[in-house]
Nanobody, 124 residues
Framework: QVHLEESGGGLVQAGGSLRLSCAAS????????MGWFRRAPGKEREFVAA????????NDADSVKGRFTISRDNNKNTVYLQLNSLKPEETAVYYC?????????????????WGQGTQVTVSS
C-alpha cells in the first residue's frame, strides 16, 4: 500500500508555471506507475500524464503536450508535474495516483491509490 500527498499548487497568472510534487510513503515506490489527473469545477476528472516505474517512458494528454512534463525521483519517492504556459481553463484540483502493476494507462479507474489533491488556480 502507498500513501500519496500532493503539494505545490497555488494561484498563478495565465502563462505562468507551477511545479507539483507528490510524495509517496510506503514500500517499493519504484514498482508503481504514477499518474496525474485533474478535476475542474463542474467537470469530470481527466487524465493529465503518467510515467513508468523507472521513469523511462511517459504519456501525456494531448491538451498538455509540450507544456506539462511528468518526472519522478525514485530515490526521493516523489513524482513531479511541471506545468508551463498555464491557461485559466486549467484551473482544477490536481491529483496524483498510483498503480502497482502493468503498463502506463490513462484510465482513472485503473489506479489503486489517490492523493487528496492540490488546488491550481490560473487567473486571466
Amino acid at each position: 500500500q502507498v500513501h500519496l500527498e500532493e503539494s505545490g499548487g497555488g494561484l498563478v497568472q495565465a502563462g505562468g508555471s507551477l511545479r507539483l510534487s507528490c510524495a509517496a510513503s510506503g514500500r517499493a515506490f519504484s514498482t508503481y506507475i504514477m499518474g496525474w489527473f485533474r478535476r475542474a469545477p463542474g467537470k469530470e476528472r481527466e487524465f493529465v500524464a503518467a510515467i513508468s516505474q523507472s521513469g523511462d517512458s511517459s504519456n501525456d494528454a494531448d491538451s498538455v503536450k509540450g507544456r506539462f512534463t511528468i518526472s519522478r525521483d525514485n530515490n526521493k519517492n516523489t513524482v513531479y508535474l511541471q506545468l508551463n504556459s498555464l491557461k485559466p481553463e486549467e484551473t482544477a484540483v490536481y491529483y496524483c495516483a498510483a498503480i502497482r502493476w502493468g503498463s502506463i494507462r490513462s484510465g482513472a479507474g485503473a489506479y489503486e491509490y489517490w492523493g487528496q489533491g492540490t488546488q491550481v488556480t490560473v487567473s486571466s
